[in-house]
């Protein structure tokens, strides 16, 4: 698989981007692990090939993706392309102004972008490059998060200081910091990113640890550094949040390739980016 980055002039803050170019015989299926974002994966197979199957049911073709998708497979077969778009959840609010909540849900991009969704793939699948593509799509998220207002900043502060803090922090504390009650807090935040507070920061630690695991981590170390209280506590949430064991998430090809399609800044990370294929 091949996998390409967008250059750092072409990036958006709180947008994640990367495409990848697979070649399969046979069919792939990918076990996706759930990641502190809302995500697009955007087909740009002519004819399709891309299926997204969970629990509640399968969706082909070019897909939305919640927070808290749980147990979710990604299905390809022969030649073909799609992008990831990775959206903070408070940059997703904005973006994706869908009546039907997201979380939880993998939904048809058709359903979820509405007027001009068809318009937009075919433009991204017939562009020359990969980054006229990630172009493409900045200009497009861009225009839609001009046209919308963004959440309340308290929100917005309150996501980050959970980001930063890896998902161990007090909602008191944060209210606090904001100047909000406990509940307003919890009211606005809810209403607004589709997770509560404590929710959003579950998931957040659960990224951590994952990240962990799939870098070689034994679970035990892994459920210290994490903030779990034992060994099986960090079992049960990796159940819940993914349907896998830390042992299956350690292995998870969705991880493997997160160092290369979505490289840390170099403040988190001393690995040198990788050079983006184009």
Same mark, same amino acid.
């Given at each position: 698989?091949?996998?390409?980055?967008?250059?750092? /002039?072409?990036?958006?803050?709180?947008?994640?981007?990367?495409?990848?170019?697979?070649?399969?015989?046979?069919?792939?299926?990918?076990?996706?692990?759930?990641?502190?974002?809302?995500?697009?994966?955007?087909?740009?197979?002519?004819?399709?090939?891309?299926?997204?199957?969970?629990?509640?049911?399968?969706? /082909?073709?070019?897909?939305?993706?919640?927070?808290?998708?749980?147990?979710?497979?990604?299905?390809?077969?022969?030649?073909?392309?799609?992008?990831?778009?990775?959206?903070?959840?408070?940059?997703?609010?904005?973006?994706?102004?869908?009546?039907?909540?997201?979380?939880?849900?993998?939904?048809?991009?058709?359903?979820?972008?509405?007027?001009?969704?068809?318009?937009?793939?075919?433009?991204?699948?017939?562009?020359? /490059?990969?980054?006229?593509?990630?172009?493409?799509?900045?200009?497009?998220?861009?225009?839609?998060?001009?046209?919308?207002?963004?959440?309340?900043?308290?929100?917005?502060?309150?996501?980050?200081?959970?980001?930063?803090?890896?998902?161990?922090?007090?909602?008191?504390?944060?209210?606090?910091?904001?100047?909000?009650?406990?509940?307003?807090?919890?009211?606005?935040?809810?209403?607004?990113?589709?997770?509560?507070?404590?929710?959003?920061?579950?998931?957040?630690?659960?990224?951590?640890?994952?990240?962990?695991?799939?870098?070689?981590?034994?679970?035990?170390?892994?459920?210290?550094?994490?903030?779990?209280?034992?060994?099986?506590?960090?079992?049960?949430?990796?159940?819940?949040?993914?349907?896998?064991?830390?042992?299956?998430?350690?292995?998870?090809?969705?991880?493997?390739?997160?160092?290369?399609?979505?490289?840390?800044?170099?403040?988190?990370?001393?690995?040198?980016?990788?050079?983006?294929?184009?």
């Amino acid at each position: 698989m091949d996998v390409a980055v967008p250059r750092p /002039s072409a990036r958006l803050p709180g947008v994640g981007m990367a495409g990848f170019h697979h070649r399969a015989p046979a069919p792939v299926d990918i076990a996706m692990v759930a990641h502190p974002s809302v995500t697009l994966l955007l087909d740009l197979t002519e004819g399709g090939g891309l299926v997204c199957a969970t629990a509640g049911g399968r969706e /082909s073709g070019s897909v939305v993706v919640g927070l808290l998708p749980g147990d979710l497979h990604a299905t390809a077969r022969g030649a073909g392309e799609c992008l990831q778009i990775r959206l903070e959840p408070a940059v997703a609010a904005a973006v994706l102004r869908a009546s039907t909540d997201l979380t939880g849900a993998v939904l048809p991009f058709a359903d979820v972008w509405g007027r001009g969704a068809a318009r937009a793939e075919a433009a991204l699948r017939t562009a020359a /490059s990969w980054d006229e593509r990630f172009a493409l799509a900045a200009e497009l998220l861009g225009r839609r998060l001009a046209a919308h207002p963004p959440v309340d900043p308290e929100v917005a502060h309150t996501w980050r200081r959970t980001l930063a803090g890896r998902g161990r922090v007090r909602v008191d504390g944060l209210a606090g910091e904001v100047g909000w009650s406990r509940q307003r807090l919890w009211s606005r935040f809810r209403s607004q990113l589709g997770v509560t507070p404590k929710r959003a920061a579950r998931l957040v630690r659960f990224d951590h640890a994952a990240h962990l695991l799939a870098a070689g981590r034994a679970a035990v170390d892994v459920a210290v550094e994490s903030g779990y209280v034992d060994q099986s506590h960090l079992h049960r949430e990796v159940r819940e949040f993914a349907g896998l064991t830390p042992a299956a998430v350690a292995a998870a090809p969705w991880l493997a390739i997160d160092d290369v399609a979505w490289p840390a800044p170099p403040s988190r990370s001393c690995r040198k980016p990788p050079e983006p294929f184009v």
